[in-house]
């Protein structure tokens, strides 16, 4: 083909609405240039952001003639819808090395979370106990001990100011993390508890509302200022392996019944079960929404601003989830020991009623072990027994890349703050990290002496822990 070619091509935003006029571009324009093109058109040429461009659902990566014309996607004698994607203004740098591993768990240890703030660290092991780490100077802040078994699950409250843990024993604990005294003791459950998860900050200021999930079958919602149980949920029929609590104020249960039960947690009725989601050949085990990485954050940005006042705080929050929903409004994807996964339609397409059938997403051979939306909502990544990490499109659940190179089970799949690198910890004691424009691992993180149980990044993106069965934790750093 000669280099001379030009084609007639028209941008268009996420709403479908046309940016500037139709413009005759050569068909070796890259993504570059297409965005130096854009922000003139928009007018943002004393401050240029940052976007991503698509032909035909395929991502411009290299050139329009290389991505689209040669394979044959896109006729040159059309006019060429370009659809454009802001990203994330930050950018997070790559960790690529230890800058400490922290002994001190006696046994595995199978959780580690950041604090919203990020500037705290808790983990959570086989030796029953939690600990808090300062990230400031990496070292051991508070040993929590309470719990009589493993512990499996460590959640922040979205405004940092409680830590809640749980595990084998069935006892939920609150502690304040600051002090490391035991705030409450929550009993209840029957048998161990599978999961945790806070109200969002956005409905309700001083986060006083906590679900648990357990194998007893049941969800309880308590209330940890009274210290006391608020409401049960126990539609299920076999043991709940996870809870997430969205930004519109339901609550999801995927269980081994092969079901997930929606559920609502405001008056007039809370507790009642809304609808029940169903479709999963067998237990369902993970559960992602597209709203985690905001919900988990609350008021907390890349900025790393402090809010002391709450109502200030709740009135971030809202602003960052509504900024959040305003092109992809909040949907849930879970996954099954079926090796599939499901995307369930949004409040958006179920009002529409056009596409409310959930999106059947298929390709693992093993398990799905955890899945994660990327925090701008746009992608999905799965992680699996079958010892790769999945990448999906989260609007319509459709396949973009396998991303191989563990050599065992993959155990769990973390994005980075800006949506363009993801972190995965696996089996064969390794954490690799993988750039999602090239779709290849850029980093492999060795150093644990046995499998890596557990990981996180930290909402400001400057860091990521591990947790491994060795009993170390480490940090990684650029």
Aim: glycine letters at 6%; one cysteine or more; charged letters at 25%.
């Amino acid at each position: 083909m000669a280099d001379k070619t030009n084609i007639i091509a028209q941008f268009y935003n996420e709403e479908g609405v046309t940016s500037g006029p139709a413009l005759s571009l050569p068909a070796d324009v890259n993504p570059e240039q297409l965005a130096l093109l854009l922000n003139n058109l928009l007018g943002n040429e004393e401050d240029p952001l940052p976007y991503s461009f698509e032909v035909a659902e395929t991502e411009i990566t290299k050139t329009l003639d290389q991505d689209i014309i040669q394979p044959g996607k896109h006729s040159t004698e059309e006019t060429f819808k370009i659809l454009y994607r802001p990203q994330a203004l930050f950018r997070v740098r790559a960790v690529t090395r230890c800058s400490s591993s922290l002994t001190g768990h006696t046994d595995a240890i199978l959780c580690v979370s950041f604090s919203p703030c990020g500037t705290m660290l808790a983990s959570g092991g086989g030796d029953t106990t939690v600990r808090i780490w300062d990230l400031n100077t990496e070292t051991p802040h508070h040993q929590l001990k309470g719990h009589k078994h493993w512990v499996q699950h460590v959640a922040w409250s979205p405004n940092g100011k409680f830590l809640a843990s749980a595990g084998m024993d069935g006892l939920v604990i609150i502690w304040e993390p600051r002090t490391g005294k035991q705030h409450a003791v929550l009993k209840g459950h029957s048998k161990w508890v599978s999961a945790l998860a806070w109200e969002p900050l956005h409905l309700n200021a001083s986060c006083r509302r906590l679900a648990s999930s357990s194998s007893d079958g049941t969800v309880r919602v308590w209330d940890i200022a009274k210290k006391q149980l608020e409401f049960s949920m126990a539609q299920h029929t076999a043991p709940v392996m996870c809870v997430k609590w969205a930004g519109d104020g339901l609550i999801y249960s995927a269980s081994r019944d092969k079901t997930i039960k929606v559920w609502a947690s405001t008056e007039p009725h809370p507790g009642k079960l809304v609808k029940v989601l169903s479709g999963h050949a067998h237990w369902v085990t993970t559960l992602a929404l597209s709203t985690d990485g905001v919900l988990r954050t609350g008021a907390y940005d890349h900025t790393g601003r402090i809010y002391n006042d709450e109502d200030e705080a709740q009135k971030r929050a809202l602003q960052r989830y509504d900024q959040a929903i305003a092109i992809n409004p909040e949907r849930l994807c879970s996954g099954s020991d079926d090796f599939t996964m499901y995307l369930w339609p949004n409040k958006k397409e179920e009002l529409e009623g056009k596409k409310a059938a959930p999106k059947r997403m298929v390709g693992h051979q093993k398990t799905v072990n955890h899945v994660s939306f990327s925090p701008d909502g746009r992608y999905i990544a799965s992680a699996s027994f079958d010892k790769s990490v999945k990448i999906w499109d989260s609007r319509d659940g459709k396949f973009i890349a396998s991303l191989r190179g563990h050599v065992a089970e993959v155990y769990q799949v973390v994005w980075s703050s800006d949506s363009r690198m993801l972190i995965s910890c696996s089996k064969d004691s390794t954490i690799k990290l993988w750039d999602i424009k090239t779709k290849k691992m850029k980093m492999e993180l060795p150093g644990h002496l046995d499998e890596v149980f557990t990981v996180d990044w930290s909402p400001a993106g400057d860091k990521a822990s591990s947790g491994s069965k060795d009993k170390t934790l480490k940090i990684w750093r650029h």
